[in-house]
Nanobody, 125 residues
Framework: QVQLVESGGGLVQAGGSLRLSCAASGRTFSTYAMGWFRQAPGKERGFVAT????????YYADSVKGRFTISRGNAKNTVYLQMNSLKPEDTAIYYCAAVRMGDKIETTYAKYDYWGQGTQVTVSS
């Protein structure tokens, strides 16, 4: 079994920054892609960013491109989401997810196998 635990959420003013972390445990993540998704009140969970196992491929939703950066720790079992220039519309619960698929990325929510419990990010105007 795989466990994912997010941390780093909080309240920040517009224009500020936050760094989310996702720690994975339970199995080797040698062939797992990781992703970040978010869900605002009354909306469906949507894709934010994804990274492959080696960290060589990263892909972002248009709404966060140029402001957010996804990365993996050296041990590959931790993934980060650096969020800069935050906007009120970034307010949501942020979830990290993992899917086993070789050294590739994945943007589709339904294809992910493991999910964290989520961390709240609130951006005030």
């Amino acid at each position: 079994q795989v466990q994912l635990v997010e941390s780093g959420g909080g309240l920040v003013q517009a224009g500020g920054s936050l760094r989310l972390s996702c720690a994975a445990s339970g199995r080797t993540f040698s062939t797992y892609a990781m992703g970040w998704f978010r869900q605002a009140p009354g909306k469906e969970r949507g894709f934010v960013a994804t990274i492959n196992w080696s960290g060589s491929i990263r892909y972002y939703a248009d709404s966060v491109k140029g402001r957010f950066t996804i990365s993996r720790g050296n041990a590959k079992n931790t993934v980060y989401l650096q969020m800069n220039s935050l906007k009120p519309e970034d307010t949501a619960i942020y979830y990290c997810a993992a899917v086993r698929m070789g050294d590739k990325i994945e943007t589709t929510y339904a294809k992910y196998d493991y999910w964290g419990q989520g961390t709240q990010v609130t951006v005030s105007s």
